[in-house]
């Protein structure tokens, strides 16, 4: 057996480097201390009894004395679970300690997540039903199923056990996170987005925020499914992808801006060159010309970072056909608007705002406080000459998700950008369970400025026809 040693004194400290462990390592060995394990796999029901955790708490602390757990961490996956069942399997005879065979199997499993996975995490990670961990500190952890927000049983067993398993997430993209920068965003192997935030500046313990990847993107008829558009209402936006519309989709964090995105990229001619711009790549686009991109934090040094203005301008150099960018927040919303006034037709992106309206004028502050001394008037006149469509994605409170405006930017009239809704959401009150009741309905507008457009790739009847339909509600 490997690593096997008297003492785990020195050992110790290697499970988790870089963060303050020791806290961690000296509540081990105190045995007045032992902190007791909190119920790690189980969910919302699943109380085991105070005595197993006394257990596993014991089995924990003797397994570390027993093998360098450093060195457990560099193995094969499967040799190094089978390591640790070796060894407490041993403990558990040594002391003679009682456990069904159900106990000890998910006792072990339980230990193996903490040292070599992300402990208490483990579970919910496997879950493809959640869309967003959020863990606020070792004590509250939350998660967001199907729109709804709900709070586990899971517990981390102190916020430096926490603290550790940030650091284990962010130092396999080869980052740090602890007092002196606090501030961390990762990503899993899996494709996940993560967030961690320590003490001192989260108040209450380390606070991770964990955006799970969905291997299969959610398609518009999905999302016709589920109602968050109607059937004649996604015909309409399938016309908008199809016919090089410049898009912005605009909605609040968590509003199905992403998805919709991704969307409305299955209907780009398969023949057009696009080039994605994400901080973290999300987007799945089907087509075969398609080269993605994706931004840089800065590393250890503070040195190396890429931004996606910096790619933006790049992808003009790339002969794209299409620049879709994942979320305009910065100053690349004047490197996106320029792409679109540039002949990149069909270009898209999304941004944070809470209507149109709002997401128009995101765009042009961001431009502002991009330190582009342009007058008012003139960056208007640029939004009105790159963007066609805003589309708004809504996360209503019932936790459903509506796309609630298909709008149109029509022009200037005076120093006032003009736009014109096609497709509104109209939400008529609530039902029984406290489900929101409504329907999408076109405006009447019969034709809409993008005609011509539609017209010159023969989706004019296909688009009148659809509106017609989302009339009749
Ligand atoms: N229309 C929808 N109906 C149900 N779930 C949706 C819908 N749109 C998105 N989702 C889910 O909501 C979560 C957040 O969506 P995402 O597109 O990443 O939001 P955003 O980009 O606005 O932050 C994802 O898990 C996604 O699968
Ligand atoms: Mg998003």
């Not at 518009?220 to 109607?230: A, R």
């Not at 800065?298 to 931004?307: F, Q, S």
């Not at 004047?334 to 270009?347: I, P, R």
Request: hydrophobic share 40%.
């Amino acid at each position: 057996m490997f690593g096997k040693k008297a003492s785990g004194n020195t050992s110790r400290k290697a499970v988790a480097p870089a963060v303050d462990t020791s806290i961690e390592a000296e509540k081990i060995i105190e045995p007045e201390e032992v902190p007791k394990q909190q119920p790690a796999a189980p969910m919302k029901d699943g109380a085991e009894s105070e005595a197993y955790y006394e257990t596993k708490a014991t089995i924990f602390n003797a397994l570390f004395e027993t093998i360098d757990v450093s060195a457990l961490a560099g193995m094969e996956a499967v040799a190094a679970r089978q390591e640790i069942r070796t060894i407490v399997d041993e403990i558990i005879a040594i002391r003679n300690v009682r456990l069904s065979v159900v106990e000890q199997n998910q006792l072990i499993s339980e230990i193996c997540d903490d040292i070599l996975g992300y402990g208490p995490l483990e579970p919910l990670l496997v879950r493809e039903d959640i869309a967003d961990i959020m863990v606020n500190g070792a004590k509250h952890v939350f998660i967001e199923t199907n729109g709804r927000m709900e709070k586990t049983n899971i517990r981390f067993r102190d916020n430096a056990q926490l603290m550790n398993i940030c650091q284990r997430i962010v130092s396999q993209v080869g980052r740090r996170v602890d007092e002196s920068s606090p501030i961390c965003d990762a990503r899993l192997l899996d494709g996940s987005r993560v967030n961690v935030i320590a003490p001192p500046l989260a108040i209450d313990g380390p606070t991770l925020t964990i955006r799970k990847f969905k291997k299969d993107k959610l398609r518009l008829d999905n999302l016709v499914g589920f109602g968050s558009i109607s059937p004649a209402g996604a015909k309409v936006l399938k016309i908008i992808g199809a016919c090089q519309c410049n898009i912005l989709i605009s909605g609040g964090t968590g509003s199905g801006k992403t998805t919709l995105l991704n969307c409305l990229t299955a209907f780009i001619h398969p023949d057009e060159r696009i080039i994605t711009c994400e901080d973290a790549a999300e987007l799945q686009l089907q087509q075969p010309h398609v080269v993605r991109l994706e931004t840089r934090p800065p590393n250890l040094e503070g040195k190396g970072k890429i931004t996606m203005s910096d790619l933006v301008k790049n992808c003009l150099r790339m002969r794209p056909e299409r620049i879709i960018v994942g979320e305009v927040r910065g100053p690349e919303a004047f490197d996106l608007l320029q792409a679109m006034n540039t002949g990149h037709d069909g270009s898209m992106g999304t941004l944070h705002a809470n209507s149109p309206r709002e997401g128009l004028s995101r765009l042009e502050s961001m431009i502002t406080m991009g330190g582009f001394s342009l007058p008012t008037r003139t960056i208007r006149e640029m939004i009105v000459g790159s963007i066609d469509i805003v589309i708004q994605a809504t996360r209503l409170r019932d936790g459903s998700r509506k796309i609630t405006h298909i709008t149109e930017v029509l022009g200037m009239e005076g120093d006032v950008i003009v736009t014109q809704d096609l497709v509104l959401y109209e939400m008529g009150g609530e039902d029984a369970q406290g489900k929101i009741i409504g329907e999408h309905k076109s405006t009447g507008i019969a034709r809409p400025a993008f005609w011509e457009r539609a017209r010159y790739f023969n989706l004019e009847k296909d688009l009148a026809l659809a509106l017609d339909e989302a009339g009749e509600g």
